[in-house]
């Protein structure tokens, strides 16, 4: 709602400069492409604030408490870069999700430019995984809020039919346990392939038994 007051005073502000200065509003209509560009830093979730390496495993840091992470939330790493477009790609992982998603660990998570209808509406990051040589998305999460200041950035879940992810997750930016996670987890998660074959092989012997 803040995010389409703030847009309606800015759309405002152009309209009456339009009309009361018409050769003003020519060159404001010349400046639109950068001035829409500063209207996405600061009325849009950035791709540059979110770039970094997120986690939620507070080890090591001294006032952890003030970030304000829930302490109930399986380890979750999220690494993620913003091109130029304000395009967002990188990965996330935990080991719930690789136990979820067995077949292969390699899973992304993507959010396209966002465009002006993004004022009306949270925005989306896409969790997707490699199948059959094709990404494709399994659940989908929303940004409910990004704190810059304390590098804190807090998620819902919107659709997730394999509940691969808590209902909310809540993540810190450059961590000081993120390396000894991304490790942990993604040495877990190399072996959900084995483990679940393994599965499947014991019910299979289960049901000749």
Same mark, same amino acid.
């Given at each position: 709602? *803040? ?33 829409? *560009?500063?209207? *996405? ?11 970094? +390496? ?20 399986? +380890? ?21 999700? /690789? ?25 989306? !990051? ?41 209902? *909310?997750?809540?993540?810190? +930016? ?14 877990? /998660? ?9 599965? !499947? ?9």
């Amino acid at each position: 709602m *803040k995010k389409i007051i703030a847009f309606t005073k800015y759309a405002a502000a152009f309209a009456l400069g339009f009309i009361t200065n018409f050769s003003g509003a020519l060159n404001n209509i010349a400046s639109i492409p950068s001035s829409y *560009k500063e209207l *996405k830093k600061v009325y849009f979730y950035n791709g540059s604030t979110i770039s970094g +390496k997120w986690s939620n495993n507070t080890e090591y840091l001294l006032g952890a408490g003030e970030l304000g992470l829930a302490y109930d939330q399986p +380890k979750i790493i999220m690494q993620v870069d913003a091109n130029e477009h304000d395009e967002i790609s990188g990965e996330i992982l935990s080991e719930d999700l /690789c136990e979820a998603l067995p077949i292969t660990w390699v899973v992304s998570i993507e959010s396209p430019e966002p465009g002006i209808f993004s004022l009306f509406s949270n925005r989306k !990051l896409y969790i997707k995984q490699l199948r059959n040589n094709l990404m494709e998305t399994v659940a989908i999460m929303e940004i409910t809020s990004l704190d810059d200041r304390k590098g804190t950035i807090s998620l819902q879940r919107v659709a997730d039919p394999l509940e691969i992810l808590p209902e *909310k997750v809540s993540l810190a +930016k450059n961590l000081p346990a993120f390396d000894d996670d991304f490790k942990e987890i993604s040495e877990f /998660c190399a072996d959900s392939p084995k483990r679940f074959r393994e599965k !499947l092989k014991s019910m299979k012997l289960g049901e000749d038994a």
